[in-house]
């Protein structure tokens, strides 16, 4: 990372902006170097207020003195409260596309390494994913299906399949037909 700004100015600057701020940063080693940092907010308040100007600070103070260009697409801002946090400020930081991937935690609590490590390897890596052959899948196919008499009645009486053909054409006959059933299965009730 030459001419980068070391992890330690980056913080530095961040916490003399941000004082109420924690702020941790992780370099991971996946394909390439991934920046990811890790901010925790005291409220929910002050994660509305802060976080645009506090990634746009990452932004101006380090982003632009990282080396590649997978470097630059590869930054994540983790912004992390001990509180829940409205739907609609959730839904506008973990949408904005400038400058870094964000992704809000709720309900966290202190930015451990254990912590950070949790949350690489379910944001970033995937380590967590287990992976199943082929073969394992083929030998499972159909097991444990348990056939709904209320969509198989709904299927069978819009005659989207016949014999082993699926007739694409009427799928939107089969969701009339369920919303139908399911709409009369509440009536019932």
């Not at 379910?122 to 967590?128: A, L, P, R, V």
């Not at 199943?132 to 030998?139: A, E, G, P, V, Y």
């Not at 369920?178 to 019932?188: A, D, P, T, V, W």
């Amino acid at each position: 990372m030459a001419n980068t700004l070391p992890e330690v100015q980056i913080i530095q600057i961040l916490q003399e902006l941000f004082p109420d701020l924690v702020v941790r940063i992780r370099i991971v080693h996946y394909v390439g170097p991934i920046h990811a940092f890790f901010i925790k907010f005291p409220s929910a308040e002050n994660l509305d207020s802060n976080w645009e100007p506090l990634s746009n600070a990452i932004a101006v103070y380090y982003q632009t003195q990282l080396d590649s260009e997978f470097e630059i697409w590869n930054l994540y801002l983790f912004c992390i409260t001990d509180t829940e946090v409205e739907k609609s400020i959730k839904y506008k930081i973990e949408n904005d596309t400038v400058s870094s991937r964000k992704i809000l935690i709720t309900n966290a609590a202190d930015i451990t390494d254990d912590f950070i490590d949790q949350v690489v390897t379910e944001h970033i890596t995937n380590d967590n994913l287990k992976l199943i052959s082929d073969k394992t899948l083929t030998q499972n196919a159909g097991k444990n299906l348990i056939k709904d008499p209320l969509i198989w009645q709904a299927i069978v009486s819009t005659g989207i399949v016949s014999g082993k053909k699926i007739n694409e054409d009427k799928s939107s006959l089969l969701l009339d037909e369920l919303e139908k059933q399911i709409k009369n299965e509440i009536q019932k009730s």
